[in-house]
């Protein structure tokens, strides 16, 4: 089945304790994607990825790392947590750019706390 | 850049109802429009996308408009059903050319039996 996966669903985690949420898609996509989901304000993009080690910040990108090691694998690195980051995580990936043509398949989203 | 209005957070319709959700934009006439819908905490999921040139698009009971001198898209459920409620999400090309997607914040839409 193609599908975007992302680990793990649920975190808890305290303030400055390093942290990776994987994503992984199997559909041979060369856009993926990261976004946060808040209350009020929407989905915001965190970083995306055009292609294997090509990455570009997106509205919110501070306080998170990403790489593009291999073409399936996206992880998004948080290396000090703080609480202003607790939020809903999705990874998406699409075929090229976002486009007429192409289109964003998301994750089941990642639901982090930071205490 | 791009800004996003959907100018309803919440809509409530009764069940065989029409519901029409609103996507406005303000800046540069993008290229495209997609729709997506979301479920509470899981992923958008793609409806449908809508070109510049084309002023209609159908998918069983969704319709969709774009009016690039309205700046404007409309959204329609035709017979909307108690499954349909959800958060639906109208999404537009931050600039032109090769970008990411910039989303608009939802309309929650319930439909009532």
């Known amino acids: 089945e193609a599908q975007v996966t992302q680990n793990p669903r649920y975190l808890i985690t305290v303030t400055g304790k390093k942290l990776t949420v994987t994503c992984s898609q199997n559909?041979?996509?060369?856009?993926m994607s990261w976004y946060r989901q808040d209350p009020g304000l929407g989905l915001r993009q965190i970083y995306y990825?055009?292609?294997?080690?090509?990455?570009d910040k997106g509205d919110v990108p501070e306080g998170y790392k990403v790489s593009r090691k291999e073409k399936r694998n996206f992880p998004l690195i948080l290396e000090s947590p703080s609480p202003n980051q607790t939020s809903l995580y999705f990874c998406a990936s699409s075929l090229g750019y976002p486009s007429g043509a192409n289109v964003l398949t998301f994750g089941a989203g990642s639901r982090l706390t930071v205490l | 850049s791009q800004k996003i209005e959907q100018n309803s957070e919440a809509l409530n319709i009764q069940e065989g109802k029409t519901a029409t959700l609103t996507c406005n934009y303000t800046?540069?006439?993008?290229?495209?429009l997609q729709w997506y819908r979301q479920d509470p905490g899981r992923g958008p999921v793609f409806l449908l996308l809508i070109r510049e040139n084309e002023k209609e698009k159908r998918k069983e009971r969704l319709k969709v408009t774009f009016d690039t001198t309205l700046k404007q898209s409309l959204f329609h459920i035709t017979a909307s059903q108690p499954a349909d409620s959800a958060t639906y999400l109208c999404?537009?090309?931050?600039?032109?050319?090769?970008?990411?997607?910039?989303f608009g914040k939802g309309t929650r839409l319930s439909v009532i039996a």
């Open positions: 559909m041979n996509h060369e856009y």
């Open positions: 999404a537009l090309p931050l600039w032109s050319g090769n970008t990411p997607l910039v």
């Open positions: 990825s055009m292609n294997v080690e090509v990455t």
């Open positions: 800046n540069y006439s993008p290229a495209y």
